[in-house]
Each structure stands twice: as C-alpha cells, then as structure tokens.
C-alpha cells in the first residue's frame, strides 16, 4: 500500500497534515456512515487508519520510506546505518515488529469517542450534548445502559463479546552482582530473544538490548521489571521480565544489611599488646583506609568505622557502617 497515496498527501507532510487528512477521510469512510456499501467502507477505514497509525509514528515512518510496506510487515532488508538495530535477530536481519491497531481504537484516539454516527443507529455523533459525547462524558450509550447492562459491555473500543485477554505470568531470572556494583551501582546490558506475533499470524523471533540500571545500596532480593517483554502469544498479554538481584561473594567484605563486615586474623600475641596496631583496607569504590586500633581486642571485641558501609538505597548519601571482627589466632601449646 502506498501510505501517502491512500491519506492523499505527499511525503514532506507535516503530522498536523496528517492529522487533518485523516479527520477528513476517516469521517468519510467511517462504517457507519456508509451503511449502503459497509463492506467498501470497512476496507477503506481500515486502510486510512494503518496509513495514518504507520505516518504519525517516526520510526514506522522512517522504515516505510526507507523499504516500504514488505521492510514494515515482513521483508528481510538488509541493515543499513540508522536502522539496523530495527532489524536484528540470531538468525540475521528481519523485520521490525508492527501490529496494526485497531480502526476504531485509532479513530478514538483522534476525535474522543468510538463513532461520530451512532454506531447503533441512534443518531448521536461525537462531542457536544446531544451528540456522541454527553455532559458526563463517555459515549452516549455506555451512559445510558451501562447501569442497565453493566458498564464493560458498552465500554469505548471493545466489542459486547469481546473477553478480556489474561496476562501470562511473569519471567523470574536471577541477575547475580558484585559486591562492588551494589556499592558503587552500574548498567548491565542485557540481551534477550523473545517472540513477537504480527498480525497475519507469522511469528518473529527478534532480540533485544536491556538496559538495567543497578542503584547504589540495592539488596538481594530487590526486583527490576520490564513490563510485557516476555513472548507474545494470542489473546494473551506478555509476561513481564523480572531480575532478582543477588549477590556474589567477596573476597573480603560480607554485608550484613547496610552494614559490611570485615574479620581480621591476628596473634594472640598481637590481641596482648594490641596498641597503634593498623589495618589497611581498599574500600568497594576504591579507596585506601588504614585504620588504626588502640583498644584492647578481646575475642568478642568489634571495631566500627561510622559511614564506610553500605549506600543507604533510599538515601544513597547516607551509609551503613564498617565493622571490623578479630579472629584471634591460640597457639597450639606443647605437650598440653
């Protein structure tokens, strides 16, 4: 189809001309405005509403000037700078996801109300009193027998039999950090392959690039969610895409809640004469501390370095604290 063509307008058209072309035919062609030739019309209203749903948007629009409606709906162009990424899969370049919307729901969108003619022969069009649109707002009829019949069987845009599609459970997937990253936080680039259904019932098998911003202080346990990333399948909604953190273990620090805890081996000898005794730590971001302890160190004895903990999630300029244990090394006595 040629997009332009059928909302009679020429390739430099602006979106307010758009819009406009396609006030003027969709109001021409709107089923029930032509109840003579219904059949015509429906084709006709339909291919205005892709044109424009295709038009209005840059990147559809971008791809349909660049290789048509096959490179919009189901060729396989090859990738070319500026639109490659539309266009990646594991098995080579296909084509970019597009799922014609609804004519009505289009239609909507655009003026307020589902049909400016009285989808049900009552003579009521959109906006005003009197007309599609009351008072109260919402269409006329859902007002007037929505109590009677209950309100979703006269919502906007959805047929009386239409069900409600459910939404498939979500994808749980662990995404295991670094002590350092839930310290200092970072961006993981994730990449998945997922299946998407065009609208002739052809499935797609496309990747994708996740970008997962990990915050400073975030626990194990805290969940990311990408909503409806999962597959798609018919008269389903997509699974949301959820990653649990967790956390690996370190070399040196082990947290406990926002606090991070560091156990230290000395001697007895060392824990008897422990005085100006200095323990050198590099910290998660990077930094030197040398830490000085003057106390007498007694198996259950903890050093607190106030603020050299954790990031504090809700408040990341605050932090927990670190703790420093002993592990006091006894000397196996001789012939005891």
């Known amino acids: ?51 424009y749903e295709v038009l209005s948007d840059p990147q559809k629009r971008a791809i349909f000037d660049r290789y048509g409606e096959g490179g919009l ?6 990738p070319d700078e500026g639109v490659a990424s539309f266009f990646r899969t594991g098995d080579g370049p296909t084509a970019f996801r597009f799922n014609p919307r609804n004519a009505n729901n289009i239609f ?18 959109c906006g005003g009193r009197g007309r599609g649109m009351g008072m109260g707002g919402g269409s006329w009829v859902s007002r007037s027998f929505g109590g009677m019949f209950g309100n979703d069987m006269f919502r906007e845009g959805r047929p009386m039999n239409q ?12 995404l295991l950090c670094s002590l350092e990253e839930l310290y200092k936080g970072s961006t993981r680039k994730m990449k998945i392959s997922r299946e998407i259904t065009h609208a ?36 389903v909604i997509a699974a949301d895409l959820v990653f649990i953190i967790d956390e690996k273990p ?3 620090f082990t947290r406990d809640g926002n606090d991070l805890v560091v156990t230290q081996k000395i001697s007895l000898t060392e ?28 198996p259950d004895y903890e050093e607190v370095i106030t603020g050299e903990g954790m990031p504090i999630s809700k408040d990341p300029t605050k932090k927990g604290n670190l703790r420093i244990k002993f592990n006091i090394e006894i000397p196996d006595i001789v012939g005891a």
């Not at 709906?73 to 090859?78: R, V």
């Not at 003026?111 to 069009?125: A, K």
């Not at 990747?207 to 990333?229: M, Q, S």
Request: proline share 6%; net charge positive.
């Open 1 to 51: 189809m040629d997009y332009y063509g059928i909302l009679e307008v020429d390739r430099n058209a602006s979106d307010e001309e758009l819009k406009r072309a396609y006030r003027k035919l969709a109001m021409k062609w709107h089923p029930d405005k032509n109840r003579t030739n219904k059949k015509e019309a429906e084709i006709q209203f339909k291919q205005i509403s892709e044109s």
């Open 73 to 78: 709906k189901g060729g396989m162009p090859t």
């Open 108 to 125: 909507a969108e655009v003026f307020g109300c589902s049909s400016p003619f009285g989808g049900m022969g009552m003579g009521f069009g």
């Open 163 to 174: 069900v409600p599609r459910r939404k498939a459970p979500p994808i749980e997937n662990t």
């Open 200 to 235: 002739s019932g052809r499935i797609f098998l496309v990747e994708e690039i996740l970008n997962i911003e990990i915050h400073p202080g975030w626990k194990k346990g805290t969940k990311i969610t990408f909503p409806e990333k999962g597959n798609e399948q018919p008269n």
């Open 250 to 252: 370190h070399s040196v």
């Open 271 to 298: 824990a008897e004469a422990l005085t100006g005794y200095t323990i050198q730590l590099t910290t998660l971001d990077g930094r030197g501390l040398n830490i000085v302890v003057k106390n007498v160190t007694n």
